[in-house]
């Protein structure tokens, strides 16, 4: 069983569009995390929520914008995306603290056109 | 910064047959943990183990387990009576004592047949 969902699984958007990717998560965890990752590649990460505050930025394009409006629930708000932002989009949470283990979710594929 | 390699890019094994998956990282940090997940076809990416540097004892989780070589900076994972279920692509990551950023090798994708 998925600990972490995510929704959509699958989201296919134009490059003008607006949409969000959910994230959820009902573990009590305080720390929860974006991941991007292209096929055959590791996870690269993008953003680091502990305690509902921004805590990472890896330097993320301003068109990707995270939000954490609980602990329970991350989103992450899509705008202006380009075709190199097609991608599987891996959400995870832990413990906060450091070190600990991360929980991912099935993530959501994402496709520009 | 932190660098996690992974040198076998594909491995095979055949069921109930034992395979070592390699990984090797480079820190001047005395303290860290080292992971192993495992992302299947299916695509959840899944913790099969977790070591902590100032502990000597390898770790062990059923049938998976490291030889940890701090000297080395070796963190290799061993994987006993494969099972078909274990197909997957394997990380090695490397995450600094108090941080919550892993660092992750590019996987090393393992095919376990009949």
């Known amino acids: 069983d998925t600990e972490v969902t995510q929704t959509p699984k699958h989201l296919v958007m134009g490059m003008t569009n607006k949409k969000s990717l959910k994230c959820e998560q009902h573990m009590g965890h305080r720390a929860m995390y974006w991941y991007k990752q292209k096929a055959k590649k590791p996870p690269e990460l993008m953003f680091v929520y502990s305690y509902e505050k921004l805590s990472i930025n890896e330097s993320v394009p301003s068109r990707f914008s995270p939000e954490c409006p609980n602990s329970s629930l991350l989103n992450l708000h899509l705008h202006a995306l380009q075709p190199e932002d097609s991608a599987l989009y891996l959400c995870?949470?832990?413990?906060?603290?450091?070190?600990?283990?991360?929980?991912f979710g099935d993530g959501t594929r994402l496709s520009i056109l | 910064a932190q660098t996690v390699t992974q040198s076998q890019p594909e491995m095979s094994v055949q069921e109930a047959e034992t395979v070592t998956l390699s990984c090797t990282y480079d820190t001047s940090e005395n303290n860290y943990y080292l992971f192993w997940y495992k992302q299947p076809p299916s695509r959840q990416m899944i913790l099969v183990i977790r070591?902590?540097?100032?502990?000597?004892q390898n770790a062990t989780e059923n049938r998976f387990s490291v030889n940890f070589q701090k000297a080395a900076k070796s963190f290799s994972l061993k994987i006993s009576d494969s099972q078909l279920g274990d197909t997957a692509m394997y990380f090695c990551?490397?995450?600094?004592?108090?941080?919550?950023?892993?660092?992750f090798g590019k996987g090393t994708m393992l095919l376990v047949s009949p």
């Open positions: 070591q902590e540097a100032y502990k000597q």
């Open positions: 990551a490397f995450e600094n004592s108090g941080y919550s950023t892993l660092t």
């Open positions: 995870a949470s832990s413990r906060a603290g450091g070190n600990q283990p991360q929980h």
